[in-house]
C-alpha cells in the first residue's frame, strides 16, 4: 500500500507543481482528508465497495466544491480504481514532498532558490566558504 501511496502522491505533487498550484493542493487534499477521517460516513460512503463508482463521484462533487480541477481529477481517479483508502497515506507522502519542496532554512540563515539560480546566504555555507579560504592559506 506505501508504493501505491507514493506513486499516487508524486503524480499529483507533479500536476500541482506544473499548474502552480502546490499550496492550494496541499491545504485541499489536507482538508479532504481530514474531513474523510473525521466523518465516518464519509469513510464508509468512499471506502464502501457497496456503492458504484459513478455514486461515488456523484457523492464526490456534492462533498467538495470549489476545488482546484486537477485536485477533483485526482480524487476522481482514486475513485475509479478503487484506491480511496489510501487517502491518508497519500496525503503523508504529499506532505513529505511539499515539504522538501518548501525547505528554505538551513543552519542561520536562508537558502534561496528560483529556477535553476541558487542564493546561498547560511551560516552553513560561509562557514565552508571560510574553511577552504584557510585550507588554501
Same mark, same amino acid.
Given at each position: 500500500?506505501?508504493?501505491?501511496?507514493?506513486?499516487?502522491?508524486?503524480?499529483?505533487?507533479?500536476?500541482?507543481?506544473?499548474?502552480?498550484?502546490?499550496?492550494?493542493? *496541499? #491545504?485541499?487534499?489536507?482538508?479532504?482528508? *481530514?474531513?474523510?477521517?473525521?466523518?465516518?460516513?464519509?469513510?464508509?460512503?468512499f471506502?464502501?465497495?457497496?456503492?458504484?463508482?459513478?455514486?461515488?463521484?456523484e457523492?464526490? *462533487?456534492?462533498?467538495?466544491?470549489?476545488?482546484?480541477?486537477?485536485?477533483?481529477?485526482?480524487?476522481?481517479?482514486?475513485?475509479?480504481? *478503487?484506491?480511496?483508502?489510501?487517502?491518508?497515506?497519500?496525503?503523508?507522502?504529499?506532505?513529505s514532498?511539499? #515539504?522538501?519542496?518548501?525547505?528554505?532554512?538551513?543552519?542561520?540563515?536562508?537558502?534561496?532558490?528560483?529556477?535553476?539560480?541558487?542564493? #546561498?546566504?547560511?551560516?552553513?555555507?560561509?562557514?565552508?566558504?571560510?574553511?577552504?579560504?584557510?585550507?588554501?592559506?
Amino acid at each position: 500500500m506505501e508504493e501505491i501511496a507514493q506513486v499516487y502522491a508524486r503524480a499529483l505533487f507533479e500536476v500541482a507543481d506544473e499548474r502552480d498550484a502546490l499550496d492550494e493542493i *496541499h #491545504d485541499e487534499l489536507n482538508a479532504f482528508a *481530514h474531513a474523510v477521517d473525521q466523518n465516518r460516513q464519509l469513510a464508509q460512503f468512499f471506502f464502501s465497495p457497496y456503492f458504484s463508482v459513478t455514486e461515488k463521484k456523484e457523492g464526490l *462533487h456534492r462533498a467538495v466544491q470549489g476545488a482546484n480541477p486537477a485536485f477533483l481529477n485526482f480524487l476522481e481517479a482514486l475513485i475509479e480504481r *478503487h484506491r480511496m483508502p489510501a487517502i491518508f497515506r497519500i496525503r503523508a507522502e504529499y506532505e513529505s514532498l511539499w #515539504d522538501e519542496a518548501r525547505k528554505l532554512l538551513l543552519l542561520g540563515g536562508v537558502v534561496l532558490q528560483v529556477g535553476n539560480v541558487i542564493l #546561498d546566504a547560511s551560516i552553513k555555507n560561509r562557514l565552508e566558504q571560510l574553511r577552504k579560504q584557510v585550507a588554501q592559506a
